[in-house]
Protein backbone atom coordinates (compact mmCIF):
# COMPACT_ATOMS: atom_id res chain seq x y z
CA UNK A 1 0.00 0.00 0.00
CA UNK A 2 1.74 3.68 -0.84
CA UNK A 3 2.74 5.77 1.87
CA UNK A 4 2.84 8.90 -0.17
CA UNK A 5 -0.23 11.02 -1.50
CA UNK A 6 -1.64 9.55 -4.51
CA UNK A 7 -3.33 11.59 -7.39
CA UNK A 8 -7.07 11.92 -6.83
CA UNK A 9 -9.10 9.82 -9.25
CA UNK A 10 -6.47 6.83 -9.30
CA UNK A 11 -6.87 3.44 -7.52
CA UNK A 12 -10.27 3.01 -9.66
CA UNK A 13 -12.41 5.78 -7.22
CA UNK A 14 -12.33 9.08 -6.56
CA UNK A 15 -10.95 9.19 -3.34
CA UNK A 16 -7.15 7.04 -3.11
CA UNK A 17 -6.25 5.93 0.52
CA UNK A 18 -3.22 5.76 1.90
CA UNK A 19 -0.53 5.56 4.83
CA UNK A 20 0.46 8.87 5.99
CA UNK A 21 3.41 7.15 7.98
CA UNK A 22 6.11 4.99 6.34
CA UNK A 23 5.56 1.02 6.66
CA UNK A 24 6.64 -0.93 9.57
CA UNK A 25 9.83 -3.09 10.13
CA UNK A 26 9.38 -7.20 10.99
CA UNK A 27 10.91 -6.61 14.40
CA UNK A 28 7.54 -3.70 14.80
CA UNK A 29 5.43 -6.31 14.94
CA UNK A 30 1.60 -4.99 14.26
CA UNK A 31 1.54 -1.70 14.23
CA UNK A 32 -1.48 1.44 13.73
CA UNK A 33 -1.12 3.62 10.45
CA UNK A 34 -3.40 7.03 9.94
CA UNK A 35 -5.24 6.60 6.40
CA UNK A 36 -5.94 9.60 4.72
CA UNK A 37 -8.07 10.08 1.37
CA UNK A 38 -6.86 12.99 -1.28
CA UNK A 39 -9.83 15.35 -2.24
CA UNK A 40 -10.28 18.56 -3.07
CA UNK A 41 -6.19 18.80 -3.74
CA UNK A 42 -5.51 18.05 -0.02
CA UNK A 43 -3.50 14.81 0.32
CA UNK A 44 -5.51 14.42 3.91
CA UNK A 45 -8.80 16.28 2.91
CA UNK A 46 -10.49 12.77 4.47
CA UNK A 47 -8.93 11.05 7.80
CA UNK A 48 -10.13 7.58 7.16
CA UNK A 49 -10.32 4.88 10.01
CA UNK A 50 -6.73 3.91 11.04
CA UNK A 51 -5.55 0.17 10.21
CA UNK A 52 -2.88 -2.21 11.39
CA UNK A 53 0.11 -3.38 9.15
CA UNK A 54 2.60 -5.92 9.62
CA UNK A 55 5.54 -6.50 8.25
CA UNK A 56 6.51 -9.84 7.34
CA UNK A 57 9.86 -12.25 6.68
CA UNK A 58 10.21 -12.61 2.50
CA UNK A 59 9.95 -8.45 2.57
CA UNK A 60 6.02 -8.16 2.10
CA UNK A 61 3.09 -6.68 4.07
CA UNK A 62 -0.33 -7.58 5.51
CA UNK A 63 -3.29 -5.65 6.59
CA UNK A 64 -6.12 -5.61 8.59
CA UNK A 65 -8.54 -3.14 6.29
CA UNK A 66 -11.92 -1.77 7.83
CA UNK A 67 -14.33 -0.02 6.16
CA UNK A 68 -13.75 3.92 5.07
CA UNK A 69 -15.49 6.44 6.63
CA UNK A 70 -16.13 7.71 3.35
CA UNK A 71 -17.76 6.45 -0.18
CA UNK A 72 -16.28 6.76 -3.29
CA UNK A 73 -12.65 5.94 -2.00
CA UNK A 74 -10.66 2.85 -2.36
CA UNK A 75 -7.12 1.18 -0.51
CA UNK A 76 -4.53 1.90 -3.22
CA UNK A 77 -1.53 -0.63 -3.97
CA UNK A 78 1.83 -0.24 -5.47
CA UNK A 79 4.79 -1.76 -6.71
CA UNK A 80 7.43 -0.95 -4.14
CA UNK A 81 10.42 0.00 -5.92
CA UNK A 82 13.37 0.73 -3.83
CA UNK A 83 14.28 4.91 -3.94
CA UNK A 84 16.93 6.51 -3.46
CA UNK A 85 18.27 7.97 0.12
CA UNK A 86 16.81 11.76 0.42
CA UNK A 87 19.48 12.63 2.47
CA UNK A 88 22.31 12.10 -0.62
CA UNK A 89 19.50 13.28 -3.48
CA UNK A 90 17.98 16.16 -2.97
CA UNK A 91 17.66 19.86 -4.47
CA UNK A 92 19.19 22.82 -2.55
CA UNK A 93 16.45 25.70 -1.76
CA UNK A 94 19.14 28.82 -0.97
CA UNK A 95 16.38 31.96 -1.11
CA UNK A 96 17.12 34.71 1.33
CA UNK A 97 13.81 35.62 1.28
CA UNK A 98 12.01 32.39 3.12
CA UNK A 99 13.62 33.26 6.59
CA UNK A 100 11.33 33.57 9.21
CA UNK A 101 12.42 37.47 9.71
CA UNK A 102 12.37 38.53 5.96
CA UNK A 103 9.16 40.81 4.76
CA UNK A 104 9.44 43.04 1.97
CA UNK A 105 6.80 44.64 -0.42
CA UNK A 106 7.22 41.43 -3.50
CA UNK A 107 4.77 38.67 -2.32
CA UNK A 108 6.22 35.50 -3.63
CA UNK A 109 4.13 32.40 -4.21
CA UNK A 110 4.80 28.85 -3.58
CA UNK A 111 1.92 27.55 -5.45
CA UNK A 112 3.23 28.92 -9.17
CA UNK A 113 6.29 26.92 -8.89
CA UNK A 114 6.91 22.74 -10.08
CA UNK A 115 7.62 20.89 -7.09
CA UNK A 116 9.50 17.50 -7.80
CA UNK A 117 11.31 15.09 -4.91
CA UNK A 118 12.77 16.55 -2.16
CA UNK A 119 14.87 20.11 -1.17
CA UNK A 120 17.06 20.57 1.44
CA UNK A 121 16.82 24.67 2.83
CA UNK A 122 20.19 27.12 2.90
CA UNK A 123 20.27 30.75 4.45
CA UNK A 124 23.21 32.42 3.13
CA UNK A 125 24.89 29.10 2.47
CA UNK A 126 24.02 27.72 5.62
CA UNK A 127 21.72 24.58 6.67
CA UNK A 128 18.66 25.79 8.39
CA UNK A 129 15.34 24.08 8.70
CA UNK A 130 12.21 24.78 8.33
CA UNK A 131 10.16 26.61 11.28
CA UNK A 132 7.98 23.90 13.58
CA UNK A 133 6.98 27.08 15.33
CA UNK A 134 4.38 29.88 14.17
CA UNK A 135 5.43 32.09 12.11
CA UNK A 136 4.35 35.77 11.95
CA UNK A 137 1.86 36.63 9.04
CA UNK A 138 4.08 38.56 5.83
CA UNK A 139 7.17 37.16 6.73
CA UNK A 140 9.28 34.35 4.43
CA UNK A 141 8.49 37.13 1.52
CA UNK A 142 4.82 36.19 1.45
CA UNK A 143 1.72 37.03 2.61
CA UNK A 144 0.90 33.95 4.50
CA UNK A 145 3.85 31.57 5.83
CA UNK A 146 4.17 27.92 5.67
CA UNK A 147 5.66 26.38 8.89
CA UNK A 148 5.69 22.61 10.26
CA UNK A 149 3.13 22.03 13.51
CA UNK A 150 4.99 18.97 14.86
CA UNK A 151 8.32 18.63 15.64
CA UNK A 152 11.07 17.05 13.17
CA UNK A 153 11.78 13.79 13.17
CA UNK A 154 15.49 12.29 14.83
CA UNK A 155 17.44 9.91 11.71
CA UNK A 156 15.87 6.56 13.11
CA UNK A 157 12.48 7.79 12.67
CA UNK A 158 13.07 7.81 9.14
CA UNK A 159 10.92 9.53 6.64
CA UNK A 160 7.55 11.23 7.86
CA UNK A 161 4.75 13.10 7.24
CA UNK A 162 3.47 16.16 8.97
CA UNK A 163 0.97 18.56 8.59
CA UNK A 164 1.73 22.31 7.13
CA UNK A 165 -0.04 25.32 8.28
CA UNK A 166 -0.31 28.77 6.82
CA UNK A 167 -0.70 32.11 9.65
CA UNK A 168 -3.72 34.30 8.53
CA UNK A 169 -6.10 36.73 10.27
CA UNK A 170 -4.62 36.64 13.26
CA UNK A 171 -4.55 32.43 13.26
CA UNK A 172 -1.80 30.16 13.42
CA UNK A 173 -3.10 27.67 11.27
CA UNK A 174 -6.26 29.33 9.47
CA UNK A 175 -4.75 27.29 6.27
CA UNK A 176 -4.27 23.69 6.47
CA UNK A 177 -2.18 22.72 3.14
CA UNK A 178 -0.97 19.49 2.03
CA UNK A 179 0.79 17.74 4.43
CA UNK A 180 4.53 17.07 3.67
CA UNK A 181 7.12 14.68 3.93
CA UNK A 182 10.21 15.39 6.28
CA UNK A 183 13.27 13.13 7.21
CA UNK A 184 16.22 13.88 9.33
CA UNK A 185 19.42 12.69 8.06
CA UNK A 186 23.03 12.41 9.72
CA UNK A 187 25.17 15.42 9.59
CA UNK A 188 22.37 17.16 11.82
CA UNK A 189 19.90 18.52 8.38
CA UNK A 190 16.71 17.90 6.99
CA UNK A 191 15.20 17.04 3.23
CA UNK A 192 11.41 18.19 2.86
CA UNK A 193 9.45 16.65 0.01
CA UNK A 194 7.95 20.10 -0.61
CA UNK A 195 4.43 20.40 -2.87
CA UNK A 196 2.60 22.99 -4.15
CA UNK A 197 0.44 24.82 -1.60
CA UNK A 198 -3.73 24.74 -2.16
CA UNK A 199 -3.48 28.94 -2.35
CA UNK A 200 -1.45 31.61 -3.68
CA UNK A 201 0.75 34.16 -1.58
CA UNK A 202 2.35 31.66 0.87
CA UNK A 203 5.42 30.23 0.89
CA UNK A 204 7.30 27.75 2.98
CA UNK A 205 9.31 29.36 5.34
CA UNK A 206 13.18 28.63 6.41
CA UNK A 207 15.03 29.63 9.57
CA UNK A 208 17.41 32.28 9.54
CA UNK A 209 21.04 32.98 11.38
CA UNK A 210 19.65 34.16 14.24
CA UNK A 211 17.57 30.76 14.64
CA UNK A 212 21.08 28.89 13.99
CA UNK A 213 22.97 30.86 16.92
CA UNK A 214 19.96 30.69 18.98
CA UNK A 215 20.16 27.15 18.86
CA UNK A 216 24.29 27.04 19.79
Known amino acids: MPDWCVDQYRCGTNIPLWLTSPHPQPEDGVVTRQVCGHWS ?7 SNPIRVKACPGNYYVYEFVNP ?62 PDWCVNQYRCGTHIPLWLTS ?3 QPQDGVVTRQVCGHWSNNC ?3 QYNSIRVKGCPGNYYVYEFVRPTSCSSAYCSGNLMNILSDL
Not at 41 to 47: D, E, G, I, L, R
Request: hydrophobic letters at 25%.
Open 151 to 153: PHP
Open 69 to 130: TVCSSAYCSAIANPSPDPCLNYTSLNDTWRATNYSDSTIRCDQSRVWSGWYRLFYQGVSVQM
Open 41 to 47: NNCCYYQ
Open 173 to 175: CYY
